[in-house]
């Protein structure tokens, strides 16, 4: 099955504005015009366009971007010859990234240009699509009413359920938001600890679908039933006891709201132990917003290896960004319990 994440956005988001600027200054490259044409036939400001290679084999290789201007013009600056597909988004409006089959809609033709030695510039025309749905929602556990505040959301275009959108979603309210296909889609959302839910009830290939239309938005309450080998059990720091469950560790480094200029971003996250632990657990996010707060936090793509047991009191990945990072961690007992976590501890990369 083929899913797309936020994760992989962030990702190329940095990793493209960082190579585009290195195109700009060197005088070797192609450049890719055009402008972007909204419902109405007008320029339309402020769309990131990216020129996706047709063809590819290099793990490596960057995407480039640029950014329309007033009247919606654009200018990419290209590093290699080939064939692109011109992609656009803007999130902040509800268009989506249209890289994502998922929220592609069927009558938008993506535009395809060429560029190399003999012609070393070309130009074309975007289309602005209908604006995506949005779907809301809060998720909380059925027998405690608690927000539950991490879940998974899944995606699928009815008519074709293997394309598929997954996003992971942290809130310590429960509440959730997603944007949506242009087509019918079905739902599922998952939770450690939980059942999988899936709209109406139905089973997973009889889920019902959903459609919200373009700029419209959908609201789901959303109550999960624990598994059975977590009934009785206490998943939410709310239910947890300190007569019974381990302290949470004390996070030595980095400090809290640490302000790291270096790359790259090698990052050790130390904590002191705790008597009785047989291993710690990790959890590690990238969010959005700079300085001092974490918008919109996602887990870490690099730091996935965390979620396993560990058994020293450190733990070292690459960070992905010049933004803000938070981590915490517990410790689990020879029982398999689950500790008290700690804080969140915020950092940022400033480069």
């Known amino acids: ?64 971007c640029g950014t329309s201007s007033d009247d919606g013009k654009f200018v990419i600056r290209e590093q290699d010859a080939g064939t692109f597909k011109l992609m656009y988004e803007k999130m902040s409006e509800g268009y989506v990234p249209q890289r994502w089959s998922f929220y592609r809609h069927p009558s938008i033709v993506i535009p395809e240009v060429t560029v190399d030695d003999e012609n ?37 275009r009815n008519a074709a359920p293997t394309n598929c959108f997954r996003d992971t979603v942290k809130s310590a309210t429960g509440t959730f938001r997603v944007m949506t296909s242009p087509e019918s889609f079905t739902v599922r959302i998952t939770a450690d600890g939980f059942e999988d839910w899936v709209a109406n009830g139905g089973s997973a290939k009889q889920a019902s679908p959903f459609f919200v239309a373009s700029g419209e938005s959908l609201d789901l309450f959303v109550a999960m039933n624990r598994k059975k080998e977590t009934e009785g059990k206490a998943i939410s720091e709310a239910e947890k006891s300190v007569s019974t469950h381990l302290p949470a560790p004390i996070q030595v480094a980095p400090a809290d709201f640490a302000k790291l200029d270096v790359f790259p971003r090698a990052t050790k996250l ?13 959890e590690v996010d990238y969010c959005q917003g700079r300085g001092e707060e974490c918008i919109s936090p996602r887990p870490h793509p690099l730091g996935m290896k965390a979620n396993s047991p560990l058994t020293d009191t450190s733990f070292q990945f690459n960070f992905t960004g010049a933004q803000p990072g938070r981590w915490r961690v517990w410790a689990v007992d020879k029982d398999g319990r689950e500790g008290f976590k700690s804080p969140w501890r915020l950092f940022t990369y400033l480069r």
């Open 120 to 156: 070393r510039s070309a130009s074309a025309s975007v289309m602005l699509g209908p604006k995506s749905g949005v779907l809301t929602g809060r998720a909380v556990d059925a027998l405690t009413s608690l927000p539950l505040e991490n879940i998974q959301i899944t995606l699928c």
């Open 1 to 64: 099955m083929k899913f797309f994440s936020r994760v992989s956005l962030v990702a190329f988001a940095y990793s493209s504005i960082a190579i585009a600027a290195l195109a700009q200054s060197s005088p070797n490259t192609y450049t890719i015009t055009g402008q972007v044409i909204d419902e109405f036939g007008r320029g339309a400001p402020g769309v990131r366009v990216c020129a996706i290679p047709v063809v590819d084999d290099r793990p490596e290789r960057g995407v480039f």
């Open 270 to 282: 130390e904590w002191s132990p705790v008597e009785g632990a047989v291993c710690y657990k990790l």
